[in-house]
C-alpha cells in the first residue's frame, strides 16, 4: 500500500470501490484496488474543487459599482494575461484568454500547494505536468486548424515545397519535444522546490525555513508564467497569419 496523505486516505476510503470499478471497466488495473486513487491525483482534484468555488464566490459578488479585493484580483490576472496575448499574438487573441488563464490558475495553485502542511505539489508528480503539457500541445494545435483549416499543414512544411520533405519530420520532432520541455521544466522544478523545502523544514527550526517558503513561492509563480507565455507563443505560431 503506497503513502497517502490525509486528503488522498479520505478520498479513497469514499470512493475506492467505484473508483476501481471505473477502471476496470475500461480495461485499466489499477496496482492498489483498495487505494487507486493517487497523492498526485488527489491533490490535483482538491485544487479543482478549490478553483471552483473561488470561481463560484467571484461569480457572486460580481459587481460593476463596488468590485470586492478578490473580483480585482481576478480581472488584473485576467488583464494581464490578456494583455501579454494580445503583444505575442495580435488583436485577435481575447478568444484564448480563457483557456490560458485557466491554464495559468492550475498550474499556480498546483505549486502552490506544496507550501500547505500536510499537503504535497501535483506539479511535482511527472505526470501532471505532462497532463497540462498535452492540454496546450492539443488546444494549439486544435486553434491552429481552426484558424487557417486544412491549410495549417502547410505550417509543417517550411516556407518552401522543395524543402517539405526535409522540414516536416524536424516541424513533426519540434513540436512534440515541446511536450517534452514543457512537462521536464515544469516537473524539475517543482520537485527540486518540493525536496528544497522539505529539507530544510525537517532539519532546522521552524523560522529558518521562511526564505525558502519565500523561494518556493516565487519558483511556483514564475513557473506558472513561463508555461502560460510559452504556450502563449506556441499558440501564435499555430494562429499567425504568415503561414
Keep these: 500500500m503506497p503513502e ?23 480495461h485499466v488495473e489499477p496496482k492498489y484496488p483498495a487505494a487507486p486513487i493517487s497523492n498526485s491525483f488527489a491533490m490535483e482534484f482538491l485544487v479543482f474543487l478549490f478553483l471552483v468555488a ?15 479585493g478578490l473580483q480585482h484580483a481576478f480581472e488584473g490576472i485576467e488583464g494581464f494575461i490578456q494583455g501579454q496575448s494580445n503583444e505575442i499574438i495580435g488583436h485577435h487573441s481575447e478568444g484564448y484568454t480563457a483557456f490560458l488563464t485557466t491554464l495559468f490558475l492550475f498550474i499556480v495553485f498546483s ?13 511535482a508528480v511527472p505526470i501532471v505536468p505532462l497532463g497540462c503539457a498535452l492540454c496546450a500541445f492539443f488546444y494549439y494545435q486544435a486553434q491552429g486548424f ?3 483549416g486544412i491549410g495549417y499543414l502547410k505550417h509543417f512544411a517550411g516556407p518552401m515545397p522543395a524543402l517539405a520533405p526535409l522540414m516536416v519530420p524536424i516541424e513533426l520532432i519540434s513540436h512534440l519535444a515541446r511536450v517534452l520541455s514543457l512537462t521536464i521544466r515544469l516537473f ?9 523545502t522539505l529539507v530544510f523544514i525537517s532539519l532546522l ?7 525558502f517558503l519565500g523561494l518556493h513561492i516565487f519558483v511556483s509563480l514564475l ?4 508555461f502560460v507565455l510559452l504556450t502563449t507563443v506556441y499558440l501564435q505560431g499555430a494562429v499567425s497569419e504568415e503561414h
Design 188 to 196: 524539475a522544478n517543482m520537485f527540486a522546490g518540493d525536496m528544497v
Design 54 to 68: 473561488v470561481f463560484l464566490l467571484v461569480r457572486s459578488r460580481l459587481s460593476v459599482d463596488d468590485p470586492g
Design 4 to 26: 497517502q496523505l490525509w486528503f488522498t486516505h479520505t478520498l479513497n476510503q469514499m470512493l475506492a470501490g467505484p473508483v476501481t470499478s471505473l477502471l476496470l471497466a475500461v
Design 111 to 123: 505549486n502552490l500547494l506544496g507550501v500547505v502542511p500536510t499537503f504535497e505539489s501535483p506539479t
Design 146 to 148: 481552426k484558424h487557417a
Design 223 to 226: 513557473q506558472a508564467y513561463i
Design 205 to 211: 527550526p521552524i523560522a529558518f525555513p521562511i526564505p
